[in-house]
Each structure stands twice: as C-alpha cells, then as structure tokens.
C-alpha cells in the first residue's frame, strides 16, 4: 500500500500582516530601478484581474518562436525578483538559515544570473566573465541533505546592490543572445548537443532556485519577510476559520483506497523530446509492477494531526535508524511548519506558510519529509491493524498510476501572446495558479481514481536518485546528477 507526502522545516511565530503597497528598506532603497528585467506589470504572465504575476507553461522548444522563449525568458526572470522583494532589510539578504545547511539569501538572489553566465562560456556563446569574483562565490551551492553536516557561512557576502547590479548586466546578456544568436530560429539547432542548450539550463535552473529560495524564506522569522507586491494568492481555503482538532469528512476529505491492477511500465525521456531536460531524466527503464492498493489523496494534515496529537510522532519504533537520529538531533515533535500556538501538549497547531501564520488548513496536504513520511505510514499500519504493508509510493507505481505518459505533462501548447497557455488553463496547482498549496480534492480525480499525481506538492517515493539506463552526464553541467547517485538521496 502507498502513502504519499512532501518536503520542508522550521518556523517563528508572531508578526501582523503588512500592507503590501507600503515599501520596506530595500525597495525604498531602490524604487522602480529593482527591476533589472522587465516590472512585473510589463511582463509575459501578468494577470492584471489579480495583480499578480503567474508562471508560463515550460518552453516548447519545437514551436516556440523567438519571442517566446524571450517572453518565458522574462517571466522566469521576474519572478524570482518579485520573491526577492519579500526580504524586508539588508540583513536578511545576509542572515545563514537557522540550520546552516544552505549559504544566505544573498547567494541564492545572485546564484541564477551566474549560472547564466558560466554555462553559456562554457559552451562557447559568450568569451568572457563579467566579475570572475562574484561568478566565483555565487558559483556552487551545498548538498541540503547532509542534515547533519552544520557547514559555515562565515565570509563576507556582496552587498544586495552589487548583486543586483550583477544581474543587471546579465539580463542584458542574455537578452541580446535571445534577439541575435542566429541559430535560435531553427528548433533543429535548440537541442542536446547545441551550444543553446545552456540557455534554456538557465531558464529551469532559476525555476529551481525560485522553489529553493521560498523554503529559504519560509524558514526566517516572519519579522524578516513579507508578503510581495504582486505575489500570487493562497488557495481560498486558506482564509478559512477552522477548529483546533479536526474532524474527518468536516474538516478534511475521508481519504479512501483505490486498487490499482499491476502491468508493465517505461518510462525515461527520450531526447527529441520537446523540451529542455536535466541529465537524469534521459534514458529509458522498464518495470513490471505488481497489483497494489493506494491512498486516492495525498495524506493531509488532518490525518496527521492524529499520529502527532496521539504522541506517537515522539515513539521511536515507528523510525528508521537514519529518520530516529534525524528527529531526536533536532529535537522536533511535529511536522517543520506546524506552529505550536499554545503550550506544548496542547496540540492547538496553526501552519507557517511562506508569509504567514494562518489557521491550520486541515484539508491541504502534510508537508513533511522523507523520515516523517516514512515513521507515518508504520503508525498508520499499526492503527489500522493491518496485515498489509504501508508504505510510499514507488516511482515506477506512480507512471503506472498516471494518465498523460509524456514526459512533459504541463508544455506550451502555442505562442504565450494568445492567452491560453496560463495556470488557470491547466487542471493541476502548477505554473504558481496558487502560492500555497490546495486541498488534496479541489482537482477532480484521474480515471484511475487518484488525485494530485501532478502538482499542489512534490512527493516522496521510496526509490532513490539513481540513473535510468542510457544515461549520460551532460558535459554542461557534470557535476548536476552525479555527486547524488550515492545511495543516500531519495
């Protein structure tokens, strides 16, 4: 049987709402010039209904004109400036996370435009650096799963106006290779072995960041950070009133098992296919899968808040060796961003959100991490008296679960000057429709009865980061996937 879950950490407490159309330190600092791109409501992505800027479907890379890999190019680009904007002082840019497993903002803000610049040196579309020294400190970032290494930033980081200068000249960059690069018109010169390849590696490679640097804020003090000005909203739900112990079916959707008939699968993407890919995800695998039960959702918090209210969260025979050592060095009794809103013991729990401290939205999916996930389905077993086995998904039960077998689930589908490739077109919560996750039954259900196979969160499967046969390292990025073939990422 399968349980499915997700990925995240620590919070603060406290700190009013703030009025979003009220600058803080750094934008009074810099004004209308923040923007090294285009402003938010100049930008491909724009929904002036809301306000808010969304996320444009990935590139296809055997339609897409010019302009539109300029138009994703800058919606790429000004999202992660729109992120930034959250940071209320100068300080903050420069402040480690609580658990020193990452560099500081001010790294991550940078990280992007660098990345940009040395790819596409290395592949021959640019002869020369910008500032060798900023392209050397903002170069590499650190293995987050080495929870217990506490790495140090103790160094002397560049001022938020030098990186921001910094990217300003990369955009530029980049920008008149998008205009010029005569090759660019030809899809048949955008691929693999193309020296173009670099560019669309820095448009996904910001997009992970963006997702990187969000964790990273959702771990300050809720002091430090605030809500942006043209930041998409949370899902609806998250505005609701809800009690502090939860009830299945009010509160909660009853979770229910569907019986999924076992078959032979492949997956593995395969090189022409439409659109940028990292090293890992090329090749090809095939695996029989036998009959098997899942959860029709995703694990909410309204059934986790039983495995922690109960104290059984605090039982050591429900972790794993590695998942028990985890716990008891950070010393944690709930899931990362449950906040404890009254005395322990009370389980009166609200959830830190990205900006935010609302109430707990019982109904949206539990975001917690592999160890939490795993200690999860043994108590759940146990609970239930079953003879069955709990546990995650695996990945090759999750392409059998799936309906849409491409690679490329969520593609642009034609030019983003025609309006209808946007978040609010797709039937998953991807592209930034919401900033938050949703309930686990707002999308319908696929013909097999499971919800939420794309989008609302990542989750975990059993199966670790390994290479599909066929794989090859890119000669781009070489060090991508391989340092995490080791037997100890999932």
């Known amino acids: 049987m399968s349980y499915t879950v997700s990925l995240t950490r620590n919070p603060n407490l406290s700190a009013p709402k703030t009025d979003r159309s009220a600058p803080n330190e750094v934008q009074k600092e810099f004004g209308s010039s923040w923007w090294t791109g285009l402003p938010p409501e100049k930008c491909p992505g724009f929904d002036s209904q809301r306000g808010c800027l969304e996320a444009l479907p990935l590139v296809n890379l055997k339609i897409a004109s010019r302009q539109d890999i300029l138009d994703y190019f800058n919606n790429t680009w000004t999202l992660t400036e729109v992120l930034f904007t959250a940071l209320k002082n100068e300080s903050t840019y420069t402040r480690p996370p609580y658990h020193q497993l990452r ?96 560019l669309f590696m820095g448009f996904e490679h910001e997009k992970i960041h963006f997702e990187t640097s969000s964790v990273l804020m959702r771990e300050l003090p809720l002091e430090l950070v605030e809500t942006p000005r043209y930041w998409m909203p949370m899902h609806p739900s998250s505005e609701m009133k809800t009690p502090v112990q939860p009830q299945e079916a009010r509160d909660y959707p009853q979770n229910s098992w569907m019986k999924i008939v076992g078959g032979e699968v492949h997956y593995g993407k395969p090189k022409e296919a439409p659109s940028f890919g990292w090293d890992n995800e090329y090749g090809s695998r095939t695996k029989t899968v036998k009959d098997f039960q899942v959860t029709s959702q995703l694990i909410t918090n309204g059934e986790y808040y039983e495995f922690v209210s109960s104290l059984a969260y605090g039982e050591d025979k429900y972790w794993s060796t590695e998942g028990l050592q985890w716990r008891k060095f950070r010393n944690t009794k709930r899931p990362p961003f449950w906040v404890a809103y009254g005395p322990e013991g009370l389980h009166d729990y609200k959830l830190r959100t990205l900006f935010e401290i609302i109430d707990m939205p019982w109904s949206w999916p539990v975001e917690v991490n592999y160890h939490e996930a795993q200690a999860f389905c043994r108590w759940r077993q146990e609970k239930d008296r079953s003879s069955l086995h709990y546990r995650l998904l695996t990945e090759p039960e999750h392409v ?50 499971v919800a939420d196979l794309f989008g609302n969160v990542w989750q975990w499967v059993e199966d670790q980061f390994n290479p599909l046969d066929g794989f090859s390292v890119h000669p781009l990025y070489d060090d991508f996937s391989t340092p995490c073939f080791d037997g100890k990422h999932q």
Not at 158 to 177: A, G, H, T
Not at 184 to 192: E, F, Q, S
Not at 413 to 430: L, Q, R, V
Request: net charge negative; hydrophobic share 35%.
């Open 400 to 449: 059998l679960l799936r309906e849409v077998q491409t690679p490329d689930p969520v593609l642009q589908t034609c030019s983003y000057g025609k309006g209808t490739s946007a978040a609010k077109d797709i039937p998953f919560n991807f592209n930034f429709a919401f900033s938050s996750p949703s309930p686990v039954n707002f999308y319908p259900a696929n013909s097999r009865g």
């Open 103 to 198: 560099h500081p903002l001010i790294f991550y803000y940078g990280h992007p435009a660098v990345l940009y610049l040395n790819k596409m040196r290395l592949a021959g579309l640019l002869p020369q650096p910008v500032d060798l020294y900023l392209e050397k400190i903002l170069e590499t970032g650190v293995d987050e799963m080495s929870w217990d290494d506490m790495s140090k930033n103790e160094m002397v980081w560049p001022s938020v106006k030098e990186v921001r200068d910094y990217r300003q000249k990369i955009y530029n960059i980049v920008v008149e290779v998008i205009q010029k690069h005569p090759d660019l018109d030809d899809p048949a010169k955008r691929g693999w072995n193309s020296p173009l390849w670099s």
